[in-house]
C-alpha cells in the first residue's frame, strides 16, 4: 500500500515531546505539515470497522464561558447509562485507561498512586483513598493509547499502534480499550497539528470521544494547561465538545491559573512545562507547582466521575 510506505518512511511522525533536561519533563517538536497530511491521510485510508464519522463541529458555549466551567466535573444521566451498557458489555469498573500525548506518559502523572508512600493526601483528602484503591494498577499502568508524539489523529491511526501488543489494523486506542477493558478514560491531548485550526483538533477529537461512548467508556476529558496556540481555542473547543456530547469536563486550565506562572516552570519558561513538585498535597510549598494540581485535580475527577456513575 502506499500510503503504509510512505508513512513508515516518517516513523517520527507527530513526535511532539522529547525529554527536557534534569526533569526529564517533555517539551513541543514541530511536526511538518506534509507529515500531517501523510498522517491525516493514513487515518482515512486505514480506518477500521470500529471507527465512526466525527460529528459535525457546532459551538456550544460562550466565548471564554470555558473558563468558568467547574474544574471538577459532575456525571449526566446519559453517562450513567453509558457505563451501565460498558458492564454488560465486560467493562471492568475497577479499570481506567489513560488516553494521551508526552504529558501522560510520563511518570510524573497519576503514577505515584499506586505507590504508598509516594504521596501524602492530608486530612483535607484522606478522602480520595477510596477511589486511588478502587483503581489499584491503573495508575501506573502504561496505557497502549499514550505515547511521546501522539496528538488526536496518531489515537486514531493503525501504524502508531505497538505491533508487539496490538492487533494488525488495530487504532491504540482499540488496541488498550481491548487489553485493558476499561470502564472509563482519562483523555488529555495537549500537543496539536502545529499552525492547524481548533476544528482540525475537534474533528479527531470527536470521533475519540465517540469510539469510546460506542464500547461503553465513559471519557473524562481535560482541558490543556497551556496556550500555545495564542488564543485558547484549542481548549475552547475541548469544552464546546464536551457539552455537545454530555461528558466530563475535568477544568485542568481553571486549576492552575491561581498558581505562581500558572503552574508552569520559570526554569524554562515556554508556557508548556509544568513545575515540579512531589505529591504531598498537605505540603503548602508543594501546592505552589503545576504537577500536583494536575494530579489532585485528575484523582478528584475521578473520584467525582466514580461516585456519579454509582449513583443510579
Not at 487504532?171 to 477493558?181: K, S
Not at 488529555?188 to 470521533?207: I, V, W
Not at 505552589?288 to 494536575?294: E, I, Q, V
Request: aromatic residues 10%.
Amino acid at each position: 500500500m502506499k500510503v503504509r510506505s510512505i508513512l513508515l518512511s516518517f516513523i517520527v511522525l507527530l513526535a511532539a515531546c522529547t525529554s527536557a533536561p534534569e526533569t526529564s519533563q517533555i517539551q513541543t517538536e514541530a511536526t511538518t505539515e506534509t507529515e500531517i497530511n501523510i498522517i491525516e491521510t493514513a487515518t482515512e485510508e486505514m480506518a477500521t470497522p470500529t471507527e465512526i464519522t466525527a460529528a459535525t463541529p457546532h459551538p456550544t458555549l460562550a466565548a471564554n464561558e470555558w473558563k468558568t466551567l467547574p474544574i471538577i466535573p459532575t456525571v449526566s444521566d446519559a453517562m450513567k447509562e453509558v457505563y451501565k451498557r460498558g458492564l454488560e458489555m465486560g467493562n471492568d469498573p475497577n479499570a481506567f485507561s489513560k488516553v494521551g500525548d508526552c504529558q501522560t506518559n510520563t511518570g510524573f502523572y497519576l503514577v505515584d498512586f499506586d505507590h504508598e508512600g509516594w504521596y501524602g493526601l492530608g486530612e483535607e483528602y484522606a478522602y480520595l483513598q477510596d477511589t486511588i484503591n478502587y483503581y489499584e494498577g491503573s495508575y501506573s499502568r502504561t496505557s497502549l493509547a499514550m505515547r511521546d508524539g501522539y496528538n488526536v489523529a496518531a489515537i486514531l491511526t493503525p501504524l502508531r499502534a505497538d505491533p508487539k501488543q496490538c492487533e494488525k489494523g488495530e487504532t491504540p486506542i482499540a488496541c488498550e480499550f481491548r487489553l485493558h477493558n476499561p470502564s472509563i478514560a482519562i483523555i488529555s491531548l495537549e500537543t496539536n497539528f502545529n499552525d492547524r485550526l481548533a476544528d482540525d483538533y475537534g474533528k479527531y477529537m470527536r470521533q475519540i470521544i465517540e469510539y469510546s461512548l460506542e464500547q461503553g467508556v465513559v471519557p473524562i476529558l481535560a482541558t490543556k494547561g497551556d496556550n500555545l496556540e495564542g488564543d485558547d481555542s484549542i481548549n475552547a473547543e475541548i469544552a464546546d465538545i464536551a457539552v455537545e456530547y454530555d461528558i466530563p469536563l475535568w477544568n485542568l486550565w481553571a486549576a492552575l491559573q491561581p498558581l505562581p506562572n500558572q503552574g508552569h516552570d520559570t526554569d524554562l519558561n515556554d508556557g508548556f512545562h509544568l513545575s515540579f513538585s512531589r505529591n504531598f498535597f498537605d505540603q503548602p510549598k508543594n501546592m505552589l507547582s503545576g504537577w500536583p494540581w494536575r494530579n489532585l485535580t485528575a484523582l478528584q475527577a475521578l473520584d467525582a466521575v466514580r461516585r456519579g456513575l454509582e449513583r443510579q
